[in-house]
């Protein structure tokens, strides 16, 4: 705003006012055009399109514009733009079309007219602010994609609940801290309102019924947090959010309603309340460091390890010029989608979805559990709580845990379980994870959840199987957010468990990493594979074989079969998972004159990629030197003297590399399709493509 209200006041000075073509005259284009006809240097309201011209005419004269004219044609239209004199446009698309216009407000409410409005100004390279955020979540990101082809801007607005939510999560992010809830508030939430129950209340307030009932039976909500799911990467707890979770405390004790390694673990959330009171938004964050944490303690933002920030109101049409400003001015969107805006992207990545996520979007898949000390339960309904799925579950305390050892008549065999060799797993969890920034802003790629659980664990769960559940994490970025996983670990999320004294003490009737032996060790933030497998190799060196592990690809590779493989070739000193690609490219064949000989797919040429699954004897590291790739020098030498094996291998394997490849997972984990849980009996044998 401070660098906005200045740029605004050059602009009047200049004589050059921001000329604003609105499309829509309802309530609040009403109010907008007042805005910037009285309060607002440097900006005019140019010309207003609405689908009753008496009804746009009264807009301008409500702003206290008179000697408005109609438009009929584009002419009439550029000319009285030109003159400076208020103009109504009989066709919505002469306000996109003309060059007198330098940016279009979409205040229609409306998808598909708003659609064509906002296509027709990208074509003519205009950019666009929504005050409609109907067409933003469902068809925003799409439409992003025509504006960038044609060098336009589509922006959110600022005043509405996405705009503020999004302006207040850069400010927390600038002071250094990392927001783990993004929450809008509403006063009163009531499924069972509609148009007839809203009409005495719209009609004191001039507005449409049918919208004013969207604000009051939820459906609004959703529309706007899905936006700055979009925007943030962040995902939900489950689906529809809190769906209508009552909340009158104070909110510098809204945490409490949250958990923090639930979190952590998605990466984030969006959410809604109803209450607490004088909020309108809310964003609670965390801040890594404990000397900075010091200090807000010192500030009165509390003990942490969640710290509120809020807004008590939402202003609207107010502050929409300053988003009309900072798009014309500066060229910044107010909350642009993170993904789905590039052409060729699966449309499924117009709202980002997570294990959340974990990142936002507006649905999730429904989860199986929850991160420490939290509950989901069923709960009676009350005379002021509303149904079970609409209250909250207050998080137990710590708890007393231990696990039940039930008699077996003896050992149950595991097929393909390898009992005899067991080995150490190094995994490497230290790179950034650049191409899959949604989440390794926030968390290390290894820590992105699938379902309920990181990758990582699937992975280590996968080798755990097989009897090797001695491991060594090579970390790097965002080491600490591994660290913190397992120490704080929470058993309940995957096992079966008995549970008594109001939640204090828990049974486990099953165990996932009792037994598992976990070194972690820093390898550094800009190592790569080869250094980082270096600075390992004294946890490994009394060891004949080990295996290793990328920890982005899952698999049903049947681990016995390739370790087998390498044991039976003495002269051996590597062997790696070569799998196909799952690309969706195409190679091209060219003669010399550049007449193409033939086009197939990848899958079809018989090309193997590096599926990240290694086996390695100990003399790996004497191919070795300091600052090489592992699979790049040390894998040429093993090559050339005939000890590097390539596992062929034609089942499920699946990589996250990207957001897409993530997105398949997860749905794949909805779907319950999910082969690479080789540990559950009842999928051993259920295969499966990515």
């Given amino acids: 705003m401070i660098i906005v209200d200045t740029a605004l006041k050059a602009r009047e000075a200049q ?76 066709d919505p698309l002469g306000i996109s079309r003309s060059p007198e216009i330098d940016v279009l407000v979409d205040v229609t409410g409306s998808v598909e007219f708003g659609a064509q409005v906002l296509l027709e100004a990208f074509r003519h390279g205009k950019p666009a602010v929504l005050m409609n955020a109907e067409v933003d979540s469902t068809i925003g990101p799409i439409l992003r994609v025509y504006a960038r082809e044609n060098g336009a801007i589509l922006s959110a607005c600022e005043g509405d609940e996405p705009g503020l939510q999004l302006n207040l999560y850069r400010w927390v992010v600038g002071l250094g ?187 999730a898949p429904r989860r199986e559990g929850s991160g420490p000390h939290v509950r989901r339960r069923r709960a009676p309904g009350g005379p002021t709580g509303g149904s079970a799925a609409r209250r909250a579950i207050p998080a137990f305390p710590r708890r007393n845990m231990a696990r039940r050892n039930r008699p077996r008549a003896g050992r149950r065999s595991h097929p393909g379980r390898c009992w005899s060799k067991l080995m150490k797993v190094v995994i490497f969890c230290g790179g950034l994870g650049m191409r899959l920034r949604e989440y390794s802003e926030s968390i290390p790629k290894p820590m992105v959840p699938v379902g309920y659980r990181p990758i990582l664990w699937h992975l280590m769960r996968y080798y755990a199987h097989f009897g090797h559940k001695e491991f060594i994490l090579c970390l790097g970025y965002k080491a600490d957010c591994i660290k913190k996983y397992f120490l704080d670990y929470d058993e309940t999320v995957s096992n079966d468990f008995v549970m008594s004294a109001g939640g204090k003490n828990v049974e486990l009737l099953a165990s996932d990493i009792q037994d598992w032996q976990i070194t972690f060790v820093d390898t550094g933030m800009s190592s790569n594979i080869g250094q980082r497998l270096k600075l390992v190799q004294r946890y490994v060196d009394d060891d004949e074989m080990f295996l290793a592990n990328y920890s982005d690809g899952l698999s049903d590779l049947p681990l016995p079969d390739m370790v087998r493989r390498l044991q039976h070739e003495p002269e051996a000193v590597a062997s790696f998972a070569a799998v196909a690609p799952t690309s969706t490219f195409s190679l091209v064949q060219v003669g010399d004159s550049g007449r193409v000989r033939s086009i197939r797919h990848i899958r079809d040429t018989g090309v193997r990629i590096n599926g990240g699954f290694f086996v390695f004897r100990n003399q790996i590291f004497d191919y070795m030197r300091d600052g090489e790739e592992l699979v790049e020098e040390p894998f040429r030498r093993l090559a050339a003297e005939g000890k590097l094996l390539a596992h062929v291998y034609d089942g499920f394997w699946a990589c996250m590399d990207t957001f897409r490849e993530k997105q398949l997972l997860e749905d794949m984990y909805t779907r319950g399709q999910v082969p690479w849980e080789v540990w559950k009996p009842r999928l051993n044998h259920q295969k499966a493509t990515a």
């Fill in 177 to 363: 801290l990392i927001p783990r809830v993004i929450g809008n508030v509403k006063g009163l939430q009531d499924p069972y309102r509609n148009p007839t129950t809203q009409q005495g209340w719209a009609e004191r307030w001039g507005q449409n019924a049918a919208m004013v009932t969207s604000f009051a039976d939820g459906s609004k909500i959703s529309f706007e947090q899905s936006i700055v799911a979009n925007a943030t990467g962040f995902g939900v707890r489950t689906r529809g959010m809190s769906r209508g979770l009552k909340y009158d405390g104070s909110i510098m004790e809204i945490q409490k309603l949250y958990d923090i390694e639930e979190l952590r673990a998605l990466g984030g959330i969006v959410d809604y309340t109803v209450g607490p009171p004088l909020t309108k938004i809310f964003i609670l964050a965390e801040h890594a460091d404990p000397k900075q944490r010091h200090y807000l303690n010192l500030y009165k933002m509390g003990e942490g390890p969640l710290y509120p920030f809020w807004t008590p109101y939402h202003l609207v049409h107010f502050e929409v010029p300053n988003a009309i400003a900072r798009v014309v001015l500066f060229g910044d969107e107010v909350a642009p989608p993170l993904r789905g805006c590039e052409r060729g992207r699966d449309e499924r990545e117009a709202i980002p979805a997570r294990g959340a996520g974990p990142r936002l979007r507006a649905s």
């Fill in 15 to 90: 004589g050059k006012p921001i000329r604003v073509g609105m499309v829509g005259a309802g309530f609040m284009g009403q109010g907008l055009a007042n805005q910037i006809a009285n309060s607002v240097p440097g900006m005019r309201i140019a010309a207003i399109y609405n689908r009753n011209t008496e009804r746009a005419i009264g807009v301008y004269r409500y702003a206290g514009c008179e000697n408005v004219v109609a438009a009929r044609t584009q002419g009439e239209l550029d000319d009285a733009v030109r003159r400076g004199v208020p103009v109504v446009a009989e």
